[in-house]
């Protein structure tokens, strides 16, 4: 292969194993890039154009935000749980915090159980995990033990290897540039 072989278009399809059916699957978007939640919602879209059912339930956003995201997303007919107090940098009481992230962990195993949804966001979910607010074998128990028509979407920086190892799709943003680097605050409609 030399160096300008990918500017080629590709003449045959790259292979594949055979093809399987599975009722759900799980998805990880991590790394240190943008657009991780946004990956999520936009998949989370394209569920609800199918028909499904779809949760969000948010570890760390507060529902006193009201981002566009969560606005479209309700509008649409998905459930929306922000049960976060926002980033823990600004947070007053980190066992509040704390305690915020294990209550949306209890309601997130009813809904990853239930099978009323089709498809449950676990948006910022890493936190907690990384944090030990949240037991990581917990949470990859509940994820291999949901109701089989439930597919998961877990986001958030460093994600841990135990819920990359379960995962069946992974995918890991990288920042190679941001706005925020060069002190350009969040806008509303691109960040939230």
């Known amino acids: 292969m030399n160096d300008t072989d990918h500017l080629q278009p590709k003449r045959q399809r790259p292979p594949l194993p055979p093809r399987v059916h599975a009722d759900s699957i799980v998805l990880v978007n991590t790394g240190q890039g943008k657009g991780k ?89 890493t936190y907690p995990m990384n944090w030990d607010w949240i037991a990581i074998s917990e949470v990859t128990t509940a994820i291999r033990q949901r109701n089989t028509a439930v597919t998961v979407i877990c986001t958030g920086r460093q994600a841990p290897q135990p819920l990359i190892d379960i995962a069946d799709t992974v995918t890991e943003m990288r920042e190679v540039k941001h706005a925020l680097r060069r002190g350009i605050r969040a806008r509303r409609g691109i960040d939230y």
């Open 37 to 125: 939640s946004t990956a999520a919602f936009g998949t989370a879209i394209r569920a609800i154009a199918r028909g499904w059912d779809v949760a969000v339930v948010q570890f760390i956003k507060s529902g006193n935000w009201r981002t566009g995201e969560e606005q479209v997303l309700r509008q649409l007919g998905a459930h929306w749980w922000a049960l976060g107090d926002g980033f823990s940098w600004d947070s007053e009481n980190l066992g509040e915090s704390q305690a915020r992230a294990v209550a949306a962990w209890e309601h997130t195993t009813r809904l990853l159980a239930a099978g009323d949804h089709q498809v449950v966001v676990l948006d910022e979910i």
